[in-house]
């Protein structure tokens, strides 16, 4: 059974850019959660995807975005990077969204460095 | 609104010696509460779960917790700490009910060096 991946390891982009990051989620499982890791910090919760479509969202701009595709896998998007957007992006898969607790497992993460 | 506080952002033990994690939640409904372990370069894996039922849970890594309601505690305990467990340790909690279902909450991590 593979494990959820995340693509890329790391990425270096500069202020104002846009960056996609990628997720395959665990096999069976069809909801992602994104999460930001700042240095130092706990992982903040980004935003949750079920069946494609988001389902719930933490305090972070619009700039941030992700998608979710027929296969449960899933992208963020981020798009006018700030220097503050400099953090490890995690994302997280669990089988089921919406009713009792389900255990999410977690990537390596994506570490994003922007200049 | 949830609140995770670990006052420890350091720890230093020597091998062998027993360990204990702290955290502090705050809630307003039914939690669900975690524990996470990081390694340099990794993502987070599950340490400890709870949600119900007995108080007292067993994780891995030789790890245990006791959930204590009136203390709104669920701290890790080992009773001999290995150079392997060095690594960072996250406190989480979920909301049972409402918008914020699925939605884990962290603390800010303890870091833990194990002396040899």
């Known amino acids: 059974e593979t494990g959820v991946t995340q693509s890329p390891t790391h990425l270096i982009k500069t202020r104002g850019q846009q960056v996609t990051l990628r997720c395959s989620s665990q096999s069976g499982h069809n909801t992602v959660s994104w999460y930001q890791q700042a240095l130092g910090q706990g992982p903040q919760f980004i935003f949750q995807y079920y069946r494609e479509e988001e389902n719930g969202r933490g305090n972070f701009p619009p700039r941030f975005s992700g998608l979710q595709f027929p296969n449960y896998s899933s992208e963020l998007n981020v798009n006018a990077l700030e220097l503050d957007d400099s953090a490890l992006y995690l994302c997280a898969s669990s089988p089921v969204s919406g009713t009792r607790y389900n255990e999410q497992f977690f990537g390596p993460g994506t570490r994003l460095t922007v200049l | 609104a949830q609140s995770v506080t670990q006052p420890d952002i350091h720890i230093t033990v020597s091998e062998g010696a027993s360990l204990e994690l702290r955290c502090n939640y705050s809630?307003?409904?039914?939690?669900?509460l975690f524990w996470y372990v990081q390694s340099p370069g990794q993502g987070l894996q599950l340490l400890l779960k709870?949600?119900?039922?007995?108080?007292l849970v067993q994780g891995i890594k030789g790890f245990e917790a006791e959930f204590k309601r009136s203390q709104s505690s669920f701290n890790p305990r080992k009773p001999s700490v290995h150079w392997s467990d060095a690594a960072e340790y996250f406190c989480a909690v979920e909301t049972v009910r409402g918008s914020t279902l699925g939605r884990l909450y962290f603390g800010r991590g303890t870091q833990l060096t194990v002396w040899p």
């Open positions: 809630y307003g409904a039914t939690p669900y």
């Open positions: 709870y949600f119900s039922g007995d108080t």
